[in-house]
């Protein structure tokens, strides 16, 4: 099981990997808003296939994941501020 040191270092990697899958599904929105072109279906055919579905879901939770850590990480800035 992971504790301590180990937890930490397992969750920034967890934390970068969900930002470049956002950071990736982010410039694939921008594109289709900006020029009406969806990066998932030129790759993945022209209807959302399974595979399209699993990576917008994957980016989705990536996103959620991000927001959790952001939420996380200012509560517990905000306890330690308190608390000196």
Known sequence: MLRGENMKNVMKIVDVIAFVILLIGGINYLIAGLFGMDLMVLMFGTEISVIG???????????????????????????????S
Request: aromatic share 4%; charged share 20%.
């Open 53 to 83: 579905r699993i990576v917008y879901t994957v980016i989705g939770l990536s996103s959620l994941l991000l927001l959790i850590t952001v939420i996380a990480r200012t509560i517990m800035k905000s306890k330690k501020h308190k608390a």
